[in-house]
């Protein structure tokens, strides 16, 4: 009788704690909350089967009560905000003195412009990009717009 108890407990303990992992550590449906499922159902079946349909119902009552209540703990304790990302990167590209550049004027590629590189203006790194083709790194190449945050440049012949 002891050692049934004891199973029952061992299984419905271990099943609700990766249930728990499941849904703390391991996002989505795996194979984790799944075994974690079957062996809470196993537990409250050999609760059922060895001790007899009373003490079945109080198992499977409190293993529900438990379950729940440590999902709602879970919440209202904010614990899982730990997990969640808050921070918000509002940086962009070319914010810093975009006005310092004008349209015409001419630099020189530190990159390959793939559109998209680095290329040197008045020695500062601006991000640049062209109208589609490809420029290689350490080519002259001259501003053709300046629209919000990009610079669009051209590969002087």
């Known amino acids: 009788m002891l050692l049934d108890w004891v199973t029952v407990v061992l299984l419905i303990g271990i099943g609700l704690l990766l249930i728990v992992v499941e849904l703390v550590f391991v996002p989505g449906t795996t194979v984790v909350g799944i075994i974690g499922f079957i062996l809470t159902a196993i537990g409250v079946w050999i609760g059922y089967a060895a001790l007899g349909t009373t003490i079945g119902h109080i198992i499977l009552a409190g293993t529900?009560?438990?379950?729940?209540?440590?999902?709602?703990?879970?919440?209202?304790?904010?614990?899982?905000?730990?997990?969640?990302?808050?921070?918000?990167?509002?940086?962009h590209v070319n914010e810093d003195n975009p006005h310092l550049l004008e349209e015409g004027e001419v630099g020189k590629t530190v990159s390959a412009l793939r559109p998209q590189g680095t290329?040197?203006?008045?020695?500062?790194?601006?991000?640049?990009?062209?109208?589609?083709?490809?420029?290689a790194p350490n080519k002259a190449i001259r501003i053709i717009r300046l629209s919000q945050n990009k610079i669009i440049v051209e590969e002087v012949s």
């Open 119 to 135: 290329a040197l203006f008045a020695e500062r790194h601006h991000e640049v990009q062209t109208q589609g083709e490809f420029v």
């Open 64 to 91: 529900v009560l438990v379950g729940a209540l440590a999902f709602v703990y879970s919440f209202r304790s904010d614990s899982w905000s730990h997990f969640a990302l808050k921070n918000q990167n509002r940086g």
